[in-house]
């Protein structure tokens, strides 16, 4: 890659809040930066990434194990949906893709902790009977008939983790903070302390054991990148197949429903940026958190912190500050073709 541009990114990102900023190009590590304070052991919130690395990579161990598939039924799993004129409708793959309808836990632009009602109990997290699963079942309506257009919705993730979990009772990892510690991190070589999940908590809901996947992760640069590196190789890690590559594609391309998202993981198959490879996926979370998944350039790139630009878009911003100069170092490293060509010049 090049090195300069590389660098160019850290001062453009360090001025924007980065707290971290690591890069992976063919299996080796070609940058690493942490803001004066963070570092390398420094777990980060996730927000919103939480949805890939812990809900997407959850269902794809389920649907690895043949324990749940993408065009089941919720219902199947939630036997409280089973006679609701919309709910009954849900697929899994609705659920992954923000294409259930179930309505999202925001409400004119308010913060969080401003909200009332179920919304604001969602946030607030209190114990069970209004713990965010039973609302996110119960409480929270469908919008529109499901599949038929993409509406993000935090609560349509938590239900899709409710479905993975209920899929895993008969297994030996009854809950998706048990399954990933077992079954991924520790097998990809990422410690018990560099990550945690569910905001810390477990909730008892019908007898299952919930842990949120919506956000509420901490996670350090290089356990994130770790879990990416395992979805770039399709579920295999140094020749050990701990998820099966159909799985893996599964919750990282196009799901064929509305909008470009799969199971918690945003896709490229569209096009939607232009610059970038169409096999390119990521986790993405407010203040643009975000883990980046080139397969077809063998990149990786991990960025925590405070917000990127405030004054645009969240894809926008990730486009200009990081994906974009990103594909530029690719393109621009000593011996390509367009550094030849301006070395030429």
């Known amino acids: 890659m090049d090195e300069a541009k590389l660098a160019a990114m850290k001062d453009s990102l360090a001025g924007r809040g980065t707290k971290a900023f690591l890069v992976i190009r063919n299996d080796r590590i070609v940058y690493e930066w942490y803001q004066q304070g963070h570092g390398l052991d420094k777990k980060h919130y996730t927000a919103s990434m939480a949805k890939a690395i812990v809900g997407g990579v959850s269902l794809a161990v389920a649907l690895s194990d043949s324990l749940i598939a993408l065009d089941d039924k919720a219902a199947k ?29 925001e409400a004119d632009n308010l913060p969080h902790e401003k909200l009332t009602g179920w919304k604001g109990d969602f946030w607030k997290r209190p114990a069970p009977p209004l713990d965010p699963f039973t609302l996110a079942r119960d409480a929270a309506p469908v919008l529109f008939e499901p599949g038929e257009k993409m509406a993000y919705t935090n609560l349509g993730i938590a239900m899709l983790t409710y479905c993975v979990t209920a899929s895993l009772q008969n297994t030996p990892h009854k809950d998706v903070r048990t399954l ?38 901490g996670y350090t640069a290089r356990a994130v990148a770790r879990v990416g590196r395992l979805m770039l190789r399709e579920g295999d890690w140094e020749g050990v197949r701990l998820i099966n590559a159909k799985a893996v594609r599964q919750v990282t391309r196009d799901a064929g429903t509305p909008g470009n998202c799969d199971a918690g993981w945003w896709n490229n198959n569209e096009g939607a940026f232009p610059e970038l490879p169409k096999d390119a996926f990521r986790g993405s979370g407010a203040d643009h958190q975000v883990v980046f998944v080139a397969p077809g350039l063998s990149l990786i790139a991990v960025r925590n912190g405070g917000t990127l630009d405030a004054g645009i878009d969240h894809h926008e911003a990730l486009r200009v500050h990081l994906f974009r100069p990103l594909v530029e170092a690719v393109m621009d490293a000593p011996g390509t073709e367009r550094h030849r060509a301006r070395s030429a010049r």
């Open 77 to 105: 799993y939630v036997p409280q949906w089973k006679n609701g004129p919309r709910k009954s409708n849900i697929t899994i793959r609705q659920l992954g893709s923000h294409t259930s309808g179930i309505e999202d836990a």
């Open 180 to 217: 990933l510690r077992e079954r991924i991190m520790r097998p990809i070589g990422v410690g018990d302390k560099e990550w945690s999940i569910g905001y810390g908590r477990t909730y008892r809901v019908e007898g299952l054991p919930l842990v949120g996947s919506w956000g509420g992760g």
